[in-house]
Structure formats: structure tokens, C-alpha cells
């Protein structure tokens, strides 16, 4: 790890960049009884509708006091009562970020693995740090993948927006995890709040961001110091990590759209570094997190099929905050070989160019370009322009999404789901998603038919892989159908509540349908799965063209 | 200073009708203008510097290319070594890739660095830009202030400038009006009524609506004028090579012979069964196109009614 990286000098900057981000919010903020008006009504609302402690109980008294006073207030007094509001959130927002435990939680999977498997020596480990497990345990079972040695160097040139896919809880700590293994600097990162109240979950996040979101709180003001928050982070040069899908992915599916949102302040951090002539570049790294089996697969997917689409914005009960799930997890992690796989795609700069290691970026045809060219006006000044740089950005989304479906990594898990799906859409041909779903331990598939299925599946995925539009591992590469099988039923078996395929006398019986839909997913957005998860304003994929014969054929046959 | 010896505001690539129209239209504005042609042009206007170097034409911050889109790809690859973040780069070049309907800002995306990209597109015609007969035209950019530089280089009282954010519609829709030219030419000289005329020119903008829905793009650029305005302003024009190539198509001319008489490249032509193919594909309702495709593969008038008006 590089002690020198600025996350170790956090705490002696944070008053500082706290400082910073009310000033500028607040001289920001044009139209204050506005900006006011505007909390006090979200803040109501949401208190009103929730459960209140008296913490609570007092929030809402102070907005609902505060919504009555402002059409009173003069222009003076709406300015201070609006540097309160900013103050207070600011604060909030800040966290707590202690570098010595940062040390210790960086190397966060062992501890928590030791607990859960050892729950008493969690004291001894937070008296002793050296205690840890030795980290190259799990070498073989959580991979790190990807063009680790450019991104080391590039750390030192400029500053990383790590932009992961997003599927569970267990995410943030994997990242950080693969960080660490990858010898790459920790990275400050805006967890939500309610990772922090989950009691499993919260020892071990309190100092793995620097800052805590709040995304029940949805007024601008809050909004606005996030968005400055992360933008004075990057402009000091702190890496930094979002998930830019928002939320985890409840269908089980590869981001397809993304939140701007805060992806967008790396340009204008990018930009105030060369206002203050010490440039500093800003690249993002698109990774993948795969996941075998996924912590919260049946709470997510259920959430998914309730709403189609509306689903509950968070989920604050679901496997995560159980502490038996989050173990039995971890065993079947520490059983399987390459449970986990994180992938880091290739940077790229925010403008979507390919940047090299020492942090210079290159057109689609290899010609160096000046990333200050992009933010410069007509008469050559650099500019801070939120609506250029949100038309960037979108195109940056585009190309990041393009990334996640590169550098999928498919696993035994996802095969062999979707060749069991695709048997249950077979046997309800002209069935919507629910009439398939509820074919529940209705359909049994032959072994060797199976086995069938997930090489002919398995080849074509391969034929993808060449072709560099996926990542097809090692094992699924080479094993025979029989094996792929096996493994995925012993994925799903030790973890899954509920059997998700049964081994039957007559063979594979397809038991939990939603699930299997759940792991299918993650080919859909390849059109290697059927795609009924395409989000609005995206057109559904289709069967990608095969050039070997007889697989263009059987994905016309199979993935119509 | 001297007007020549200014940085240009406006480069233009492209020496052919349309970019020497561009050109004038823009020096009417004032601008100081650079064309890159390969063939020699007439220079007398001293606001109008006439050069076959791509770094010539990079000085300007706006680029505009105006080459038929055969040569789009090796033009801008070209001009690419040139440019940077910078630059604000507009095409009026219509069209759709035949292969994988990429549009032309997508060409200059891949081929260029530059990021503010925007396209040309709406009613105006070469003829009326040269003579300065008032005029309307389009551009779509996502980037205000590509809108705003256009609108500065060329509006004027005899062209008035319009713009939209739906980049990716109006490239759309100035490719399928190119289509519906030619389907329109072929009615009117089959002897097509006032009543089917409409009929043909409604449901093929309608259908060209909804394609656009199906590939990411507003509808209501279609019906606007990067749209029906411009597909209005092709077919009142005897000698538009769409238009031209649908009627000799009507009167039974082989596709290469009609081709000749149309003169310029026609773009439409490998378009239009890529677009049905799109249709098929994305389970759209696009009878104009399919019966235009028919066309295309030698079909006779009455199979072609029939298609139109199927489902």
C-alpha cells in the first residue's frame, strides 16, 4: 500500500475541505428562501413518514418550525440561517476518517472472516491489528483481474474514480480488499447511511469512506454539498470510488444506465486544478464485481419482480444486516475457488479517451490529446460549464457501460442458470416472465441434456470472449458440461435458503425460478440471456451474429 | 489587420456545392472563412481563404464538414491529426452507416478527438444559401454552445437558424427523408394521386416517428422541420437525385441506369433495406420502407401498394 497516498493526511485536511465545501454551496446557492423551502419540504415529508425516535421527533419539529419562519425572515437572516443548514450538513456528511483503523479495515476481509468464523477473536483483533489472517488465504478464491501493474503507476500520476458494478453489500468491502491486493491506494467513498446502522456491516464501514450519504434525504441542498464534497476530494486528489448504478442491481444485470451525478464533478475537479494552475488529471477506472453466488440474491430479486421497476429505493432488512447469511456466505466463499471476481477495465479519461500509464490520454486512433483542450472556451480560457461537462459525462456513462459488459466475467453460476431458464421458457413457450417464473419444481431436465445445453451456451460465450466482448474464466473454459453443472449446484446449495436446482433420480429439477432469472441476468444485457430487464429507453438485446458454424444457428434456436 | 490575415472563425471541408454554399452563407454573416477543397474555386472574396491543408482548416474552432458521406471516414480520419478537445465539430453529410446505422458524429467521434460534436439539417437547399433567398436550417447538438457558435457563423437575415439537443434524430431523420425522396419520386411519376401522395408521404413520416423511437431518438424530430420540413423542401425539387431516382425507377430504368441519371451519389440506396431489416428486427410497422426496399429489389407498383398498406 502507498503510505504516502493523501487519504493518510485526511484529518488534518478535513476542516479544511469541510470548510471549503460550505463556502462554496452557500455562495452558490442563489436564491436562499428557495433552497430552504426546498428542505424544509423534503425533510417534513420523509420524517413525517417515518418511524420517529426522539432525535427524529426533534428534526422535524426544527424544519416544520423552520418552514413557518423563512416567509418572515429578511434576506439576511434566510443567508445565516441558510450557512446553518450547510454547516450542519456538511458535518454530517464528512464521517469520521481515523488513518489507523483505516489500516487495519483496509485489510477488511480477513478480519471479518476471522470473526465470523472465530467471533471472539474480533477483540483481540481490534486491540492488535497484527492479528490479522494472512491475506494470501484467500488469493484462490477472490480474484483480482485486470491491468493492475498500469493502474499502480497511474495512482502516482493522477487521481482514480473507480467506477465498479454494483450487486450487494459486500461490494465496498471487496473493492477495498481488491485494492489492497492489487498494491493500488484506498479510495474515499460515499457510502450510504445505511450501511453504517447495519450492525454487521457498520464496524467495518465506518472507516472505509470518508464521507456517509444519506439517500433517504432527498432535498437539493444535501444534493448540492455531495456533489461539492466529491468534487473537493477529487480536485485534493483523494481517489475515489462510486458506484454509478445508484443502487444494487436488484434484476442481478449489468448496469445499463447509470447516475451522473456525482461522476460529473470530476470535470469540473479536474477543470479548478488547472484554474489553480496545478493541474492534476482525473481518470476512471470501470471494474467489474462477479460475484458466484450473491449475498443478497433472493431479497434483491424479489424486490426486482414486486415493483418491476419501482422497487423500494433501500433496503435496510435484507441478508446483509444477518449476521447467520452474511456467514454462511463467507464459508461458501472460503470453499470455492474464484467465488469472487473483481475486474479493473481499462482507465479512461473523462472525455471517454484511453489514458496510458503515466496519465496521458489518446483518441480512439492514438493521437495524444490535451485533456485541458475540453474544458477550454473560444477564447482559449478554461471554464467551469455544469452543462458541457454534463454532456461529457454522459457520453463517459456510455462508455463505462460499455466497459462492465467487456469485462463481465461469467461464471459457472450464470451458465448454467440460463441454460435452465431457457428450458423453463421452453416449456411455457408464449408465457410472459410471470407465467415462466411460476413453473416452480415443475420442470426436470436430463443430466447429460443439461450438460448439453451449458457447453453449447458455453461455447458461444467463449467465441464472445475472443472476440473481447465478455471474459470467459479459466475453468468454465475448459470443463466439460457434467462439471460446470456440479459446480454450480454446489454454489447454490451451501448458501441458497431454499434448493435452487435438485438433483432428482430423473435429473436437474429447476426449483427456485427467481433466482435462477436473478443469475441469468448477468448475460442479458450480452443477449446471451433473454433480456426482459432492459431499462426504460433501452432497447431489449438481441442474440449477438456468430461467425463459427452451428452457433449462430443455436443461438437462434435458443436465445430467440 | 487585414481581413485575410485573421484567424478564420469558420472552416469548412468540402468543395463541393454544398460546402461552397456553407461557405457563403457564413461569409454573408461576416465570418472569416477557410475551405478546404480539392478542386479550384473561384477566389475573389478575400474573407474566403481556399486551402487543401487540413491545419489550415483547424485554425478555426468550428469545423464544418460537407463531403458526401462515401468519404466522410478517410476525410475525417484525415482532418483528425489536426484537431483536438478544443474544437466544436458540425457534419451536414446525410446518411446512416448500410452496416451498423452509425451516424456520421459517430464517424467523428471515432475518427477524431473532438468531444462537441453537432449535425446540419432541415430544409435549406445549396441553391437558395448561394443566392441568399431566405431559408431555414437546423442544428442538433447536445452542447449549447456548438448551437450558439452556429447560429453565430451563419445565421443572417436570409437563413434562419434553429436548434435542437436531439443530435441523433436529426442525423436520423435527414437519412430517412433521404429514403422517403426517392419513394415519393417514384409515386408522383407512377402516377400517384393528391389522396395517395399523402398518404404515402403521412404514414412514411409516421413510421420514420416511430424507427427513430426504437433507436434512442426523439419522435418529434421527425415531425419537425429537421423532418417533414426537410422532406417537404427534397420532393418540391425536380432535380433532388432522390427524387430523380424514384421516378426512373417508376419508369422501369434498371437501379444502375437510374443511378447514372440521378448524378450525385445517392445515399438511400444501401440504406433503405438495412431500414426494413431495422424494422423487422425491433418489431416496428414500417410498410413504406418495406415496399421501398420491394423497389429497390425490382418489385412491381401493385406488390408495392399492397405492402404499403399491409398491417
Not at chain 1, 523 to 532: F, K, P, Q
Not at chain 2, 18 to 38: I, K, P, Y
Not at chain 2, 88 to 106: M, Q
Not at chain 2, 190 to 215: F, H, K, N, Q, Y
Amino acid at each position: 500500500m502507498q503510505d504516502d497516498a493523501p487519504i493518510f493526511g485526511f484529518n488534518a485536511a478535513r476542516e479544511d475541505i469541510v470548510r471549503t465545501v460550505i463556502s462554496r454551496v452557500v455562495l452558490s446557492t442563489k436564491d436562499p428562501l428557495l433552497a430552504l423551502n426546498d428542505a424544509a419540504y423534503h425533510e417534513t415529508k420523509r420524517l413525517e413518514a417515518t418511524k420517529r425516535g426522539p432525535e427524529e421527533q426533534k428534526e422535524l419539529a426544527e424544519w416544520q418550525r423552520l418552514a413557518r419562519a423563512l416567509g418572515r425572515m429578511d434576506d439576511g437572516e434566510r443567508r445565516q440561517k441558510l450557512v446553518e443548514v450547510v454547516d450542519h450538513i456538511g458535518w454530517d456528511v464528512a464521517g469520521n476518517f481515523d488513518p489507523r483503523v483505516f489500516k487495519v479495515s483496509s485489510k477488511l476481509l480477513p478480519p471479518i472472516v476471522t470473526y465470523l468464523l472465530a467471533p471472539r477473536t474480533l477483540v483481540r483483533l481490534a486491540r492488535d491489528p497484527r492479528h490479522l489472517v494472512s491475506l494470501s488465504a484467500l488469493d484462490d478464491k477472490v480474484r483480482v483481474e485486470g491491468p493492475v501493474e498500469e493502474l499502480r503507476e497511474l495512482s502516482r500520476q493522477g487521481t482514480a474514480v473507480y467506477v465498479p458494478t454494483h450487486l450487494s453489500n459486500m461490494d465496498s468491502i471487496v473493492f477495498g480488499y481488491a485494492l489492497e491486493r492489487a498494491g493500488l491506494p484506498p479510495a474515499t467513498y460515499g457510502a450510504g447511511k445505511n450501511l453504517f446502522t447495519n450492525p454487521v456491516l457498520s464496524f467495518f464501514m465506518h472507516n472505509l469512506g470518508a464521507y456517509r450519504v444519506d439517500r433517504r434525504v432527498r432535498h437539493n441542498l444535501y444534493k448540492d454539498v455531495l456533489k461539492t464534497y466529491s468534487c473537493v476530494l477529487l480536485e485534493r486528489g483523494y481517489h475515489s470510488l462510486f458506484f454509478p448504478g445508484g443502487t444494487r442491481s436488484r434484476s442481478g444485470g449489468v448496469e445499463r444506465r447509470l447516475k451522473l451525478g456525482l461522476m460529473g464533478t470530476a470535470i469540473e475537479a479536474y477543470a479548478r486544478t488547472l484554474l489553480a494552475n496545478r493541474e492534476r488529471r482525473v481518470y476512471f477506472v470501470p471494474a467489474t464485481i462477479n460475484y458466484l453466488i450473491t449475498l443478497e440474491a433472493e431479497t434483491l430479486i424479489a424486490d426486482f419482480l414486486a415493483e418491476a421497476g419501482k422497487g423500494r429505493f433501500i433496503i435496510e432488512d435484507d441478508e446483509s444486516s444477518r449476521l447467520g447469511r452474511v456467514t454462511a456466505f463467507m464459508r461458501k466463499m472460503f470453499d470455492m475457488q474464484g467465488a469472487v471476481v473483481i475486474r479493473f477495465g481499462k482507465p479512461i479519461d473523462p472525455f471517454g479517451n484511453v489514458v496510458d500509464e503515466r496519465c496521458r490520454s489518446f483518441d480512439r486512433r492514438g493521437r495524444e490529446v490535451d485533456p485541458a483542450s475540453y474544458v477550454k472556451d473560444e477564447s482559449g480560457r478554461v471554464t467551469l460549464d455544469p452543462v458541457r461537462d454534463a454532456q461529457y459525462t454522459r457520453e463517459l456513462g456510455d462508455e463505462i457501460c460499455k466497459a462492465y459488459l467487456r469485462d463481465t466475467v461469467v461464471l459457472e453460476t450464470h451458465v448454467v442458470a440460463a441454460a435452465s431458464f431457457e428450458r423453463l421458457r421452453r416449456a411455457s413457450p408464449a408465457g410472459d416472465l410471470f407465467t415462466v417464473l411460476r413453473q416452480r419444481d415443475v420442470v426436470v431436465v436430463p443430466r447429460d441434456e443439461l450438460a448439453k445445453d451449458v457447453v453449447k451456451l458455453r461455447d458461444r460465450l467463449v467465441e464472445l470472449a475472443d472476440r473481447g466482448e465478455i471474459v470467459v474464466g479459466g475453468f468454465l473454459r475448459t470443463a466439460s458440461g457434467g462439471d460446470i453443472v456440479e459446480r454450480a449446484l454446489r454454489a447454490f446449495a451451501g448458501y441458497h435458503a431454499s434448493p435452487v436446482l435438485a438433483s432428482r433420480p430423473d435429473g436437474i429439477a429447476i426449483v427456485d425460478t427467481n433466482l435462477l432469472f436473478y443469475y441469468q441476468n448477468r448475460l442479458a444485457a450480452h443477449g446471451m440471456a433473454w433480456d426482459v430487464i432492459a431499462p426504460p429507453g433501452v432497447p431489449p438485446a438481441r442474440p449477438p451474429v456468430f461467425t463459427k458454424p452451428g452457433a449462430q444457428e443455436a443461438a437462434q434456436g435458443g436465445l430467440s | 489587420m487585414t481581413e485575410q490575415s485573421q484567424t478564420p472563425s469558420v472552416g469548412i471541408v468540402g468543395g463541393g456545392p454544398w460546402g461552397r454554399a456553407l461557405a457563403t452563407a457564413a461569409r454573408r454573416t461576416g465570418a472569416a472563412v477557410v475551405l478546404h477543397s480539392r478542386r479550384d474555386q473561384p477566389e475573389s472574396d478575400p474573407g474566403l481563404h481556399v486551402t487543401v491543408d487540413y491545419a489550415e482548416v483547424a485554425k478555426a474552432r468550428l469545423v464544418v464538414i460537407a463531403v458526401p458521406s462515401s468519404v466522410a471516414r478517410n476525410v475525417l480520419r484525415a482532418l483528425g491529426d489536426h484537431l483536438g478537445g478544443q474544437h466544436l465539430v458540425v457534419h451536414g453529410v446525410r446518411g446512416l452507416g448500410a452496416e451498423e446505422l452509425e451516424t456520421v458524429s459517430d464517424l467523428v467521434r471515432e475518427e477524431t478527438p473532438a468531444r462537441r460534436l453537432g449535425a446540419l439539417g432541415g430544409p435549406v437547399q445549396a441553391g437558395e444559401l448561394i443566392e441568399g433567398r431566405p431559408s431555414a436550417m437546423v442544428i442538433g447538438s447536445r452542447f449549447p454552445e456548438v448551437i450558439t457558435a452556429v447560429t453565430r457563423a451563419f445565421q443572417s437575415p436570409s437563413l434562419r437558424v434553429y436548434g435542437t439537443n436531439d443530435l441523433r434524430g436529426l442525423e436520423w431523420a435527414s437519412a430517412l427523408v433521404g429514403c422517403l425522396s426517392i419513394g415519393v419520386g417514384y409515386a408522383e411519376e407512377a402516377g400517384a394521386g393528391p389522396g395517395l401522395l399523402a398518404a404515402l408521404i403521412s404514414r412514411g413520416v409516421d413510421e420514420a416517428a416511430r424507427l427513430m423511437a426504437a433507436a434512442g431518438c426523439e419522435e418529434r424530430t421527425m415531425f419537425g422541420l429537421g423532418g417533414y420540413g426537410d422532406l417537404l423542401a427534397s420532393i418540391a425539387l425536380e432535380d433532388r437525385p432522390e427524387v430523380v431516382l424514384g421516378k426512373a425507377l417508376a419508369r422501369k430504368v434498371p437501379l444502375d441506369q437510374a443511378i447514372t441519371m440521378a448524378k450525385l451519389r445517392v445515399e438511400a440506396i444501401p440504406l433503405i433495406p438495412r431500414i426494413a431489416r431495422f424494422a423487422e428486427e425491433h418489431r416496428v410497422t414500417a410498410g413504406t420502407f418495406r415496399a421501398l426496399s420491394d423497389i429497390l429489389a425490382g418489385g412491381r407498383p401493385q406488390a408495392m401498394l399492397d405492402r404499403m398498406f399491409a398491417g
